[in-house]
């Protein structure tokens, strides 16, 4: 078959191709449209030291404290992916999110270490208080893993985590941008329908 033919294909049945195009775009505007409203948060935590080196002798408690504050931002980064700490939060929260498998615990939060002491915690919520509540659950149960470090250390290591208020904002949603898209994979697939229907009427 040539080229030709084929454009005289989806010329003759260019109306089915819109029609197919049309409910694609539609189901795909309204499943955008009825999706709940998310919330994002960007939770900044920083790594103080809690004591300092009680010594008349040359000092090497800057130095240390920056290489233990580097150790445990990793460890923080780390903590956020576990299920064990993730389900805490959301118990000590009160908030239920509704976890369907381990993998699900794994990505809600996503930390990232942007210095030996800042690390930035960012996730999704139904709503701004239940941002809140997570917030503050997640320094409560990270300072208890950081008491648990110091206590474990004899006092060596001894940090705070503390963080200023949440940032957090309402999630757009692209209604605009999932109908055209959705508009072009109903053409494409409108385009797919009829040659398979062709090939299969002879």
């Not at 993730?86 to 990232?112: C, H, I, M, P, W």
């Not at 800042?118 to 996730?123: C, H």
Request: net charge neutral.
């Amino acid at each position: 078959m040539e080229l030709k033919e084929y454009f005289e294909i989806i010329k003759r049945k260019f109306k089915l191709i819109i029609a197919v195009a049309f409910v694609v775009t539609s189901s795909t505007f309204l499943f955008s449209a009825l999706q709940p409203t998310r919330y994002e948060t960007s939770l900044s935590l920083f790594l103080s030291k809690d004591k300092s080196q009680q010594t008349d002798d040359f000092k090497y408690d800057g130095y240390y404290a920056l290489e233990a504050s580097e150790k445990i931002a990793d460890s923080i980064t780390q903590w956020a992916k576990s299920p064990e700490l993730v389900n805490a939060v959301y118990q000590k929260a009160e908030v239920d999110d509704g976890f369907q498998s381990l993998k699900s615990y794994t990505k809600k939060f996503n930390a990232k270490k942007m210095s030996p002491q800042y690390v930035e915690v960012k996730f999704e919520t139904n709503n701004a208080e239940e941002a809140d509540k997570i917030s503050k659950a997640i320094v409560e149960e990270i300072n208890d893993k950081v008491i648990k470090l110091e206590k474990d250390s004899e006092g060596e290591i001894s940090f705070l985590v503390s963080n200023e208020n949440p940032i957090i904002i309402q999630k757009q949603k692209n209604i605009f941008l999932n109908s055209m898209i959705g508009f072009i994979s109903g053409i494409a697939f409108g385009i797919f329908f009829v040659f398979f229907r062709r090939y299969f009427s002879k």
